[in-house]
């Protein structure tokens, strides 16, 4: 048994994009069509670009999965870049024949100069290649691995949109998660309220139109979760630190709640705090609001994970901001080839892979064992020990 560690490899135009996986036990039944529903619903989303209509992204498993199952040892995945076969001569790692045009002209927002400054490329392609959102097509795969094993443990994430630009959703209180995650799979916009869903369309058409984009917000749930997950100990191994890094990660979100989040500055401590209550049938104690998102202390309470993060608009603007060459130095009209409009329906699928890439490696260090069967033991022996306390 190790800790969960993972890392991706890959540029948006190379041949493929690439992950190593250690740490996830043998014995969990993995097919590479479990991981391609998540990879389809990432590229779907109302306000993608062209290139989502060239990629068809599908995980390739090149170790650690042998008839169905995994061994324990590393696991290997690629995803192949359809769209490399567009850049013959300008994307290989063998010197050029003859050198590409240099790409000089970076977008406010994006990685172009902070990336081309730090690593003093002056073709600031070297750095677009790998500061794109390409990455997250592995880390949805990452999650979708994940997924098995919490599906395993009886742990569900799952994510959808609340708000695009200044278009918010509005949910019944009476709207179970259940329901909530059947009708926001159904939209291509990830979102559970109908109504908003059309106003945050018009939305995005409305942006493309101007030449502009736009951000928004997604929540991301999980069920399931047992109380203690995480620590209290130690910085870096509270679970809401954890969570919030993983969703902070992701390309251009810039904001991370969990549970009231700022909402919670803004009330009173009786406004705030979760009672406590306990069900004397099922031996566990029960909080009849969830204000805390699942998390006190660093640590899971048992009740539902909840966290939000809000993503800024796409860097690649049609009607582009002013910029400077970093050749020339000379103030230029930025030329426009393909982008999104808006990509928080797809952000949200990555969120939803980056918070259960955090509570596996949590329950796998909370429980331990080498094979799904013994981190199943260890769990039922854990909500025995629950049921006692
Ligand atoms: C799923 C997804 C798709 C994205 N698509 C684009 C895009 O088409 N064009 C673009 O300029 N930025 C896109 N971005 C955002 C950039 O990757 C991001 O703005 C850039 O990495 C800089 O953001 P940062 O300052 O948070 O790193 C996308 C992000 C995500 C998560
Ligand atoms: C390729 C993906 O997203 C890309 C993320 C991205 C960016 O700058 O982050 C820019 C766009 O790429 P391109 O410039 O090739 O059109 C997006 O399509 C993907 O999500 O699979």
Not at 2 to 23: C, F, K, N, Q, Y
Not at 109 to 120: C, E, I, R, S
Not at 196 to 224: P, Q, S, W
Not at 227 to 249: F, Y
Request: proline share 5%; glycine share 10%.
């Amino acid at each position: 048994m190790t800790a969960l560690r993972w890392i991706t490899a890959g540029e948006s135009h190379g041949p493929e994009i690439s992950a190593i996986v250690e740490g996830i036990p043998a014995g969990l039944p993995l097919l590479a069509e479990d991981i391609d529903a998540d990879l389809a619903r990432r590229q779907r989303g109302y306000g993608r670009g062209a290139r989502m209509k060239i990629e068809q992204d599908r995980v390739r498993f090149t170790a650690g999965v042998r008839g169905g199952e995994t061994l324990g040892g590393p696991i290997a995945m690629v995803i192949e870049n359809r769209d490399h076969g567009n850049w013959a001569g300008r994307m290989g790692a063998e010197p050029f024949a003859e050198p590409p045009e240099a790409l000089t002209r970076p977008r406010p927002g994006h990685a172009d100069l902070a990336g081309g400054l730090k690593y003093d490329r002056r073709d600031l392609r070297d750095i677009l290649e790998r500061a794109s959102a390409r990455e997250t097509a592995m880390r949805v795969a990452v999650g979708g691995v994940c997924r098995k094993l919490l599906a395993a443990l009886d742990v569900e994430v799952f994510a959808h949109v609340v708000a695009i630009g200044s278009v918010s959703a509005a949910l019944a209180p009476t709207t179970s998660p259940h329901e909530l995650r059947v009708l926001a799979r159904a939209s291509d916009l990830a979102c559970a309220d109908p109504e908003a869903a059309e106003a945050m369309r018009a939305a995005i058409r409305d942006a493309a139109h101007r030449g502009d984009t736009l951000g928004g917000v997604f929540e991301v749930v999980a069920l399931g979760v047992p109380p203690g997950l995480g620590s209290h100990v130690q910085w870096d191994r509270r679970l809401d630190g954890r969570v919030a890094q993983a969703l902070m990660s992701i390309q251009a979100i810039k904001g991370v709640e969990v549970g009231l989040g700022f909402e919670a500055a803004r009330r009173s401590g009786s406004g705030v705090h979760d009672p406590i209550a306990y069900d004397a049938e099922t031996n566990l104690f029960i909080r009849p609001t969830n204000h805390a998102g699942g998390v006190e202390g660093g640590i899971s309470n048992g009740m539902p994970v909840v966290c939000r993060a809000a993503m800024k608009p796409i860097a690649t603007l049609k009607r582009a901001l002013p910029s400077i060459d970093i050749r020339s130095k000379e103030r230029f009209d930025a030329a426009f080839e393909r982008s999104d409009v808006c990509a928080v329906p797809a952000a949200s699928v990555v969120g939803e892979a980056m918070v259960m890439i955090v509570l596996t490696a949590a329950l796998l260090e909370k429980l331990g064992g080498d094979s799904l069967s013994e981190v199943q033991r260890h769990l039922a022996g854990y909500r025995e020990q629950l049921a006692r306390f």
